[in-house]
């Protein structure tokens, strides 16, 4: 009876022994296709190098565009592309995104450098840290950065001059707003805006402001200008939102005697193009600028040598072509 009553129990603990046994194997399978699962999902991301790109102001639609250029390519070389920059612009602002970037070690900088003298050291600190910058829309030329991805200013500047010459014509006086005094960029539009006109003598700037990129600080600044030299009669803006906030002033004060010129493709300018309410606008190409410096850093990452400058392309976009103009 004894004897019974223990294979009885053996044979009982043999088979909770089994039970636990192929749990136990299920379960560690179970675990290990988790850890696999994460494993495939996580090794995109931390295996993909990291690039930062940082502009001027966030939401900005022409940093808009060459922020989906530098997304574009990062898909399409499989890398991480995060795109930051301050609310509204700031020197100071952009700076402390530069050093935080420096200081979470990414894999590169792409940074627009609104001024020489306060981003170099920057610039120069991150190349120290073995850490690739490429400056693109605005150089920082003293620094030694790898490349500069944008457009030639100063050329740009002369193609606004030339395309003002060639359209308005009579003796003018003109109203100049610049997207911001401390930016390279602008200064150079500037520059080469006046070489033109400066040829021309029955062409004269008759004052220069400020819109600090913002469309409504440019319908400001106009308004003033305009009040303030009646007989102007062509208005340019060296920047994105600069044409359309011209275009607001001359409403305000029923002046669509007004010829205005600006710069860039943003979409509200191109609708005025198509109603003859903006003259010309010179546009860059800011997808190929984020696309293109995205590129170059992996092809410098990958060993290549890259040019010290790369050029993007300008056009002239009036009511005669502006129908061609995609979304780009
Ligand atoms: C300039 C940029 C600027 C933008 C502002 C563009 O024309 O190239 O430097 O940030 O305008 O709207």
Redesign the pocket.
């Known amino acids: 009876m004894t004897n019974k009553r223990w294979t009885i129990s053996l044979i009982c603990m043999f088979f909770l022994f089994l039970y636990v046994l192929i749990h136990f194997v299920i379960s560690t399978q179970r675990i290990e296709k988790t850890v696999e699962q994460l494993r495939q999902t996580a090794r995109p991301s931390s295996s993909q190098p990291h690039f930062v790109l940082i502009s001027?102001?966030f939401d900005?639609p022409?940093?808009r565009k060459i922020a989906r250029g530098a997304k574009d390519a990062a898909k399409y070389y499989h890398i991480n592309v995060e795109y930051i920059g301050p609310l509204r612009t700031s020197i100071d602002e952009q700076i402390k995104l530069l050093e935080k970037a420096i200081a979470s070690r990414v894999d590169g900088i792409i940074v627009?450098s609104l001024n020489d003298s306060r981003f170099t050291p920057f610039i120069n600190k991150a190349m120290d840290e073995h850490i690739p910058v490429i400056t693109i829309?605005?150089d920082a030329p003293m620094s030694r950065r790898l490349s500069y991805v944008g457009t030639n200013n100063f050329a740009a500047g002369q193609l606004l001059g030339e395309t003002v010459v060639s359209r308005a014509v009579g003796k003018k006086k003109i109203g100049v707003i610049i997207?911001s005094d401390a930016?390279e960029?602008q200064q150079l539009r500037l520059q080469g805006f006046k070489s033109v006109i400066e040829r021309h003598p029955s062409f004269k700037i008759a004052a220069v402001a400020s819109s600090n990129?913002s469309r409504t600080q440019a319908s400001i600044q106009a308004e003033i200008m305009l009040r303030a030299h009646p007989d102007i009669s062509v208005m340019v803006g060296t920047?994105?939102?600069d044409a359309v906030g011209i275009l607001m002033a001359t409403k305000n004060l029923h002046r669509d005697d007004i010829q205005i010129f600006g710069?860039?493709d943003v979409e509200e300018t191109l609708q005025a193009i198509q109603q003859g309410k903006i003259a010309a606008t010179v546009v860059?190409k800011p997808y190929d600028m984020g696309f293109s410096a995205v590129e170059l850093m992996v092809e410098y990452l990958s060993g290549k040598n890259i040019n010290k400058e790369h050029f993007t392309d300008t056009k002239v976009v009036d009511k005669t072509n502006v129908w061609m103009e995609g979304d780009r």
């Open positions: 001027q102001e900005n022409y940093w627009q829309d605005t997207g930016s960029s990129i920047s994105a939102l710069f860039d860059q």
